[in-house]
Each structure stands twice: as structure tokens, then as C-alpha cells.
Nanobody
């Protein structure tokens, strides 16, 4: 059974940094695009950043220049380094693994980790 387990969330002051990790198991990690999403109460889940199987990255405009997504295929882990955090970054952050093969899409989610930016 595929599992994605996030860690690294917590409470941080504005301007601070956090690094989220997502450890994957029971999937061929290197072949999946890995993403981080976030969600606040009453709002839709928002795509934050994606790293493809090739290592190419994309970011939401709201986090460009502040967040960095990376992956370690040897450890089956994806990271999100978050710098210069703002109160607006407060959310539950979710890890996502996605792969499409001959029209079939495999899509998995972690359980989420809370990030709170507050003084």
C-alpha cells in the first residue's frame, strides 16, 4: 500500500524558515511527479510547488523566490524548504505523488502537516 508521510510542520514566526519532508513507500518514487499543496479552512487545496521525475520544478507565484522543492530519489523523499514565511503561508501542507501511464493516472496523498506562521 502506497504511503506518503509528511513531517516538519510547526509554529514559526514571520520571516522564519521550515523544511517539510515527505517520505514515500511502496511506489517507484523516481517515476512520479511530486508536489506540495496547501489548504486553509473553507478554501480549495492550492498547488504550491511541483518537481517532475526529470527534476524540473514549478512554483505558485505566491511562493516563488521563497520556497524550494527538491527530491532525493535514493531516500524516496521530497522536501519543501520554506523561507521568509508569512502569516498567509499558514495552512495544512499536503504531499502528492502523481504518475500517468497509458491514460491511467495514479494519484496519492499524504495526511498533511500543519504550518502556522504567527508571532
Amino acid at each position: 500500500q502506497v504511503q506518503l508521510v509528511e513531517s516538519g510542520g510547526g509554529l514559526v514566526q514571520p520571516g522564519g524558515s521550515l523544511r517539510l519532508s515527505c517520505a514515500a513507500s511502496e511506489l517507484t518514487f523516481s517515476t512520479y511527479a511530486m508536489s506540495w499543496y496547501r489548504q486553509t479552512p473553507g478554501k480549495e487545496r492550492e498547488l504550491v510547488a511541483t518537481i517532475g521525475s526529470s527534476g524540473a520544478t514549478t512554483y505558485a507565484d505566491s511562493v516563488k523566490g521563497r520556497f524550494t522543492i527538491s527530491r532525493d530519489n535514493a531516500k524516496n523523499t521530497v522536501y519543501l524548504q520554506m523561507n521568509s514565511l508569512e502569516p498567509e503561508d499558514t495552512a495544512v501542507y499536503y504531499c502528492n505523488a502523481r504518475r500517468s501511464v497509458v491514460g491511467i493516472t495514479m494519484n496519492y496523498w499524504g495526511q498533511g502537516t500543519q504550518v502556522t506562521v504567527s508571532s
